[in-house]
Nanobody
Framework: QVQLVESGGGLVQAGGSLRLTCAVS????????MGWFRQAPGKEREFVAF????????YYADSVKGRFTISRDNAKKTMYLQMNSLKPEDTAVYYC??????????WGQGTQVTVSS
């Protein structure tokens, strides 16, 4: 059974930091491109960042570029999102996603991030 479990969300003041973790089981983690998405109340889910299977360069939405850093540890089957200089508009439920050519898409259940002003 495939599981993607996010953790690390919480309440933080503007300007603060959080580190999200996505722990994966039940699939060949190193074969998948991994990504973070987020969904704010009343809005559609949007792309935040993704990282290729080999942990090379991350790719970011313009809204988070320079503040967020995506990384992964294939040995631990875990992906991370370091979020710095958080803003109230970063408030959302954050989801991790696993994708690969010809493979099913998997989503986690989400973790809430709330940034107070």
């Amino acid at each position: 059974q495939v599981q993607l479990v996010e953790s690390g969300g919480g309440l933080v003041q503007a300007g603060g930091s959080l580190r999200l973790t996505c722990a994966v089981s039940g699939l060949s983690f190193s074969s998948y491109t991994m990504g973070w998405f987020r969904q704010a109340p009343g809005k559609e889910r949007e792309f935040v960042a993704f990282i290729n299977w080999n942990g090379g360069n991350g790719y970011y939405a313009d809204s988070v570029k320079g503040r967020f850093t995506i990384s992964r540890d294939n040995a631990k089957k875990t992906m991370y999102l370091q979020m710095n200089s958080l803003k109230p508009e970063d408030t959302a439920v954050y989801y991790c996603k696993a994708t690969g050519p010809g493979r099913p898409v998997y989503w986690g259940q989400g973790t809430q991030v709330t940034v107070s002003s």
